[in-house]
């Protein structure tokens, strides 16, 4: 069936605003937020600086528009690495390598998004929307009976999150490629910690201190697994 002529136009629409958010988001990765002008970015897209205020109000805008798209496709391609069928570390751990390779290989968009400061509670969702993938994960391991009914799905993810970001600067700061002892080292101690207890404590909520003990054991064995590579290297 050929195309329409309001879906030839919408395709069009959605051409020049995909080409927009391209050169937006290879000129900020170049020159910086502050050191980027819409003229140049007009020029990058090959369209007029005018046709770049039709679709976004001032610079900030823009930034709001490669974040917001960052995060809808990390979210999609997220979902598409995790196996249905796979057990929850499994999951976890396609999740966790899906996410630091994503972070490593678009360091400069992810540096974009803590400019990018949510402007509205649209913002907000796109991100809320990528780690409801994590709490997913979580939820279904205790409806499987592979993590105990009171796991803190909320502060693990925050520990899931942060390590793998983390760590995702160091290596970009020590000029190394992808490691995943970070990964399996996080899951090795997170994933253990959460892992099925005997039936005296298995409805007991974690303490403060078990989950502080966890965040101190991760950092321990991170910096294990970092000054092993190191001395490989060397």
């Known amino acids: 069936m050929p195309a329409t002529p309001r879906h030839t136009s919408r395709a069009r629409v959605e051409a020049k605003e995909s080409s927009i958010l391209n050169a937006a988001e290879k000129t900020f990765a170049e020159v910086g937020f502050d050191g980027a002008k819409v003229s140049d970015i007009a020029r990058a897209a090959s369209v007029a600086e005018g046709t770049v205020y039709l679709y976004y109000k001032n610079k900030q805008d823009l930034l709001a528009g490669v974040v917001g798209r960052f995060w809808t496709q990390l979210t999609q391609g997220a979902e598409a690495a995790i196996q249905p069928e796979a057990t929850t570390r499994e999951q976890l751990e396609q999740l966790g390598r899906y996410h630091l390779n994503s972070i490593l290989e678009q360091f400069e ?7 990018a400061r ?8 796109q991100v809320r929307e990528y780690v409801r993938v994590f709490d997913r994960i979580m939820q279904r391991g205790v409806d499987r009976d592979e993590l105990p009914k009171h796991t803190p799905i909320g502060q693990l993810r925050d520990v899931f999150f942060g390590t793998l970001e983390f760590s995702a600067r160091t290596l970009k700061l020590r000029e190394r490629p992808y490691d995943h002892s970070v990964v399996t080292n996080l899951l090795a101690i997170m994933v ?43």
């Open 192 to 234: 253990g910690s959460s892992s099925p207890t005997p039936s005296s404590a298995k409805d007991k909520e974690p303490s403060n201190r078990d989950l502080m003990n966890t965040l101190k054991s991760i950092q321990k064995q991170l910096k294990v697994a970092d000054n092993s590579s190191s001395n490989k290297s060397s």
């Open 118 to 125: 949510p402007q509205q509670e649209q913002d907000l969702d």
């Open 109 to 115: 968009v992810v540096s974009l998004t803590y400019r």
